[in-house]
T-cell receptor, first 112, second 115 residues
Framework: QKEVEQNSGPLSVPEGAIASLNCTYS??????FFWYRQYSGKSPELIMF????GDKEDGRFTAQLNKASQYVSLLIRDSQPSDSATYLC????????????FGSGTRLSIRP | DAGVTQSPTHLIKTRGQQVTLRCSPK?????VSWYQQALGQGPQFIFQ???????QRGNFPDRFSGHQFPNYSSELNVNALLLGDSALYLC??????????????FGNGTRLTVT
């Protein structure tokens, strides 16, 4: 079982709609969870991080964490064509500031 | 405020050769992690350096080695290159706060092609 699993997509969402991206992780002791956005040919950039159960909102982005279900999600409201990218879920599997494990990413396409 | 810088941006090597990639962390950061990203895949953790020592290592062979200097910059060395080593190599820096929620800041990467 992979440590961090994501649906590879592509996920196609109409402009203005809500895009929902999901991620599951295997290590129940994981402490911190991150969402990165990666445009084609570019490096990943941090969108949000979350470490407490529940929702965390930042502008059009909402991260949701459910540690009991080992599930993290990212909602993008009012999707724009510029949101078209690969979204990487990442998990810190222990309590120290050490390695962060990435999923393989979900490709999101916003259609005008 | 300089972000993470990597050099070179592109590199072409022949199978069996050796390569050195360089990384300067974001100002104020003390920890450097290296990742390998194959096309269509997520970044794979190679290792992390903190206080000039390798703190943690992923599932990569000994052909992959690294170093961190007193100014926190870092090098990734790969010996006996294989065709499968062709990938984007990402350097990421962070600040060790002792907490687990220290996010990574990535450089633009080095695209390595092995022929």
């Amino acid at each position: 079982q992979k440590e961090v699993e994501q649906n590879s997509g592509p996920l196609s969402v109409p402009e203005g709609a809500i895009a929902s991206l999901n991620c599951t992780y295997s290590d129940r002791g994981s402490q911190s969870f991150f969402w990165y956005r990666q445009y084609s040919g570019k490096s990943p950039e941090l969108i949000m991080f979350i470490y407490s159960n529940g929702d965390k909102e930042d502008g059009r982005f909402t991260a949701q964490l459910n540690k009991a279900s080992q599930y993290v999600s990212l909602l993008i409201r009012d999707s724009q064509p510029s949101d078209s990218a690969t979204y990487l879920c990442a998990v810190n599997p222990d309590s120290s500031a050490s390695k962060i494990i990435f999923g393989s990413g979900t490709r999101l396409s916003i259609r005008p | 405020d300089a972000g993470v810088t990597q050099s070179p941006t592109h590199l072409i090597k022949t199978r069996g050769q050796q390569v050195t990639l360089r990384c300067s962390p974001k100002s104020g950061h003390d920890t450097v992690s290296w990742y390998q990203q194959a096309l269509g895949q997520g970044p794979q953790f190679i290792f992390q350096y903190y206080e000039e020592e390798e703190r943690q290592r992923g599932n990569f062979p000994d052909r992959f080695s690294g170093h961190q200097f007193p100014n926190y910059s870092s090098e990734l060395n790969v010996n006996a290159l294989l065709l499968g080593d062709s990938a984007l190599y990402l350097c990421a820096s962070s600040l060790d706060t002792g907490a687990s929620n220290s996010p990574l800041h990535f450089g633009n990467g080095t695209r390595l092609t092995v022929t």
